[in-house]
T-cell receptor
Framework: AQTVTQSQPEMSVQEAETVTLSCTYD???????LFWYKQPPSRQMILVIR??????QNATENRFSVNFQKAAKSFSLKISDSQLGDTAMYFC????????????????FGSGTQLTVLP | KAGVTQTPRYLIKTRGQQVTLSCSPI?????VSWYQQTPGQGLQFLFE???????NKGNFPGRFSGRQFSNSRSEMNVSTLELGDSALYLC?????????????FGEGSWLTVV
């Protein structure tokens, strides 16, 4: 079974600064997907960024980028130019590929990191 | 394009009652999955449906059940409610099949059991 660990329950950052959220995972599979979701106070789960394990290039979405270290099983999220609207709970999540899971879709989540952006 | 829609958004039930939650996936999405979120247990996978068939199930008692209709809309049912069932229930959809590996979530249904 896969596990996802987020060791930072809470973090804060000044507006316009950069912050990095950590995530490690454990799996015996060679190919898989990793995601970062944010959950603001509204509790809507919003996709931030996704990474496919077979791709060596780190994913980037505007101010959000990841540092994917496959050998270390590490998947950190960097938020640049932090904005007040980035305040949310951030979840790291793992998903097996359809080929390995019989096409089933199931996310395994970490416990989350509450990020507060300070004005 | 409309997102994942869940109804009702909030509800209060009494212990022993049953509840049905509804989910309409993004148009064209055939996979619908359900998650339970609680402060103590975090986010836990309940089950996933694809083309009206349950494809995967999490470690929850049989009181939790679901189904999917031919239009991909899904419902989940919890019978004989317990206080511990109080949670945010999140529905998610994806294209399914061999592609469409991104999962999108609805706003959730808040269930309070008293």
């Amino acid at each position: 079974a896969q596990t996802v660990t987020q060791s930072q329950p809470e973090m804060s950052v000044q507006e316009a600064e950069t912050v990095t959220l950590s995530c490690t995972y454990d799996t015996s599979e060679n190919n898989y997907y990793l995601f970062w979701y944010k959950q603001p106070p509204s509790r809507q789960m919003i996709l931030v960024i996704r990474q496919e394990a077979y791709k060596q290039q780190n994913a980037t979405e505007n101010r959000f980028s990841v540092n994917f270290q496959k050998a270390a099983k590490s998947f950190s999220l960097k938020i640049s130019d932090s904005q007040l609207g980035d305040t949310a709970m951030y979840f790291c999540a793992f998903m097996t590929t359809p080929e390995a899971s019989g096409s089933a879709r199931q996310l395994t989540f970490g416990s989350g990191t509450q990020l507060t952006v300070l004005p | 394009k409309a997102g994942v829609t869940q109804t009702p958004r909030y509800l209060i039930k009494t212990r022993g009652q049953q509840v049905t939650l509804s989910c309409s996936p993004i148009s064209g999405h055939r996979s619908v999955s359900w998650y339970q979120q609680t402060p103590g247990q975090g986010l836990q996978f309940l089950f996933e449906y694809f083309s009206e068939t349950q494809r995967n199930k999490g470690n929850f008692p049989g009181r939790f059940s679901g189904r999917q209709f031919s239009n991909s809309r899904s419902e989940m049912n919890v019978s004989t409610l317990e206080l511990g069932d109080s949670a945010l229930y999140l529905c998610a959809s994806s294209l399914g099949g061999r592609t469409g590996n991104t999962i999108y979530f609805g706003e959730g249904s808040w269930l309070t059991v008293v």
